[in-house]
């Protein structure tokens, strides 16, 4: 079984129904369902797709969502030290930064799923868009 961290954008992708992006997001998920990748989202994810879909998307229960998802991922958490990595890190994006040293708290995440592959230019993980990591299952 494969195991892959899931940044914001691939998780708002998939809550909002968000278009082009949401058949790739679906599918991703689909495959935690059936068993086929366990999927890893950071604590500050769960947060930030709240704000974003409650504030755009105002016909979205997201709580119902995210509730519904909890049993087909793993939530990292985002301690002190990962901010402070974030903060010290050659990444230009913060938040991509704390999503990265968020996954390498799980040893076992083999790759880091987001659109903004680019954001991730610092990082030792493989970096990839939904649909590659779909590709690879």
């Given at each position: 079984?494969?195991?892959?961290?899931?940044?914001?954008?691939?998780?708002?992708?998939?809550?909002?129904?968000?278009?082009?992006?949401?058949?790739?997001?679906?599918?991703?998920?689909?495959?935690?369902?059936a068993g086929i990748v366990k999927l890893y989202i950071a604590s500050?994810?769960?947060?930030?797709?709240?704000?974003?879909?409650?504030?755009?998307?105002?016909?979205?229960?997201?709580?119902?969502?995210?509730?519904?998802?909890?049993?087909?991922?793993?939530?990292?958490?985002?301690?002190?030290?990962?901010?402070?990595?974030a903060l010290t890190s050659p990444f230009a994006d913060f938040e991509?930064?704390?999503?990265?040293?968020?996954?390498?708290?799980?040893?076992?995440?083999?790759?880091?799923?987001?659109?903004?592959?680019?954001?991730?230019?610092?990082?030792?993980?493989?970096?990839?868009?939904?649909?590659?990591?779909?590709?690879?299952?």
């Open positions: 079984m494969k195991h892959l961290f899931v940044d914001t954008n691939v998780l708002i992708d998939y809550l909002s129904g968000r278009r082009p992006f949401a058949d790739d997001a679906a599918d991703l998920f689909n495959q935690a369902v500050i994810s769960i947060s930030n797709s709240y704000y974003i879909i409650a504030r755009h998307y105002r016909n979205v229960n997201i709580r119902a969502l995210l509730i519904d998802l909890l049993p087909w991922i793993a939530i990292t958490d985002v301690p002190a030290a990962v901010v402070q990595q991509d930064a704390l999503q990265y040293f968020s996954a390498l708290t799980m040893p076992q995440i083999e790759a880091i799923v987001t659109r903004n592959v680019k954001n991730f230019g610092p990082a030792e993980l493989p970096v990839m868009e939904p649909a590659m990591a779909i590709s690879l299952l």
